[in-house]
C-alpha cells in the first residue's frame, strides 16, 4: 500500500478549495467595488461643494463693488422704473434676452446683471479734460505738477484696451450727479512717463449704457467731473449643460464675451435685503425673493443674498435628494435629477451704503 503522506488532493477537495478562493476573491473584489464607488461619490461630493462655494463667492465679489459710480440699483428714467447698476430676473427658463443677444438658461434659475463697478480704479481728472466739440473724448493725466494721480503702468498697454465697455462721468457723489457712456475704438496712451496723457473717446453706445442716464440717453457732463471710471457688466447666468456663466461686455463682435465660472451648478437663486425701517438702523427688515424695478426703485437696497445649488455630474445609487434641498428653488426636478447628491451653499453680501 501506498504511504498516505505521498497522496495528492482529489479532485473534490480541488474544487471545494477553488469555490472557497472564488468567493473569498468575489468579497475582497465586492468590497473593493463598493470602496471604489463610495470613494468616487465623495470625491464628486468634494468638487461639487468646491464649486458651489467657488460660484458663491465670485458672484459675492462683483456685488460688493457695486454702487461706486453712484449709480443707483433701480431708478425712474422717463417716467419708466428702470434697472440701473443691477437687474434681477427670478426663475428664468429657455431663452433669456440680453442686450447681446438671447441665452438658454437653466429653468427655475435666477439671472442676474451686475454693472456699477470697476475692474480699475477710476481716474481723477477735471472738467477741462473733457472735449465735446466735434469729438468726444476726455483726457485723463499720469500726474499733476509733477505728482502723480493716476498711474498707469500696470494696467494700460496697448490702445482700445477699454474698448465697449462703459465710461461713467463722477461729480458730486451727494448730488448723484453721473453721466454713462459707451467706450469707442481708438483709445490710448500718448507721452512718456510720468506725464503720460490717457485719452478715451466714447459716445452714446448701446442702450446697455445710454439706458443708464437719468433722462435715458447720453449727454456729456454739464457737471464738474471729479473722477472717470470704465465701466464693466457681467450678466450670471446657468446654462442648460449646468454649467455657470458670466457674459462680459466688451468690444467683441456681439457685444460681449460668455466666460465659465464653474461646472456642475444646479440652480442660483438671489434676494435683494432692504432696509425699511424709520430711522434707517443698517440691517435687513425684508428679503426681496422676486424683485422688479419698481419694487427697487426708492428701497433701500442694501444686501444681496445668493444661493447656489451643485450637483454630482452622475446620478447615485439607491439614493433621492430629499426635497428640503430645493427649499430655496422654484424648479420642477424630473427623477433623474433628484438621483443625483446635491450641495448648497447661501451667503449675504453687504452692498454699499449709497447704493439706493
Known sequence: MRNRKNRGFTLIEMIVAMAVFAIFMIGILNLLDTSTRLSR???????????????????????????????????????????ISGQLDSNQSGTYVTPFGNVAVLAGSDVLTLRGFFEIPPFFTDRNDIETTGTDRVEVRESAGGVVINDFTNYIGASNLFEGRGIVFMGNMDQFEYAVGQVRANSGLSGTAPDRILSVYFDAGSAQWSGLNPTGVTVPPVFNTYRVGILESYTYY???????????????????????????????????????????????????????????????????????????????????????????????????????????????????????
Open 41 to 83: 461619490i465623495e470625491t464628486a461630493l468634494s468638487d461639487t461643494q468646491e464649486n458651489v462655494r467657488f460660484a458663491a463667492y465670485h458672484i459675492m465679489r462683483t456685488a460688493r463693488m457695486m454702487g461706486g459710480a453712484v449709480l443707483p440699483f433701480a431708478a425712474d428714467v422717463g417716467g419708466t422704473d428702470t434697472w
Open 238 to 356: 446657468v446654462r442648460p449643460d449646468r454649467t455657470l456663466m458670466r457674459m462680459r461686455a466688451d468690444a467683441s463682435a456681439g457685444g460681449a464675451t460668455p466666460q465659465p465660472v464653474a461646472i456642475n451648478i444646479g440652480g442660483l437663486q438671489l434676494a435683494l435685503g432692504v432696509d425699511t425701517s424709520i430711522p434707517l438702523d443698517g440691517q435687513v427688515d425684508n428679503w426681496l425673493v422676486a424683485p422688479t424695478a419698481g419694487t427697487v426703485v426708492g428701497a433701500n437696497v442694501i444686501a444681496m443674498r445668493i444661493t447656489v445649488l451643485g450637483r454630482t455630474p452622475f446620478q447615485v445609487p439607491d439614493w433621492t435628494e430629499p426635497a428640503a434641498t430645493f427649499a430655496v428653488e422654484d424648479m420642477a426636478l424630473g427623477a433623474a435629477d433628484r438621483a443625483a447628491k446635491w450641495r448648497t451653499i447661501e451667503v449675504a453680501a453687504a452692498l454699499r451704503n449709497y447704493l439706493l
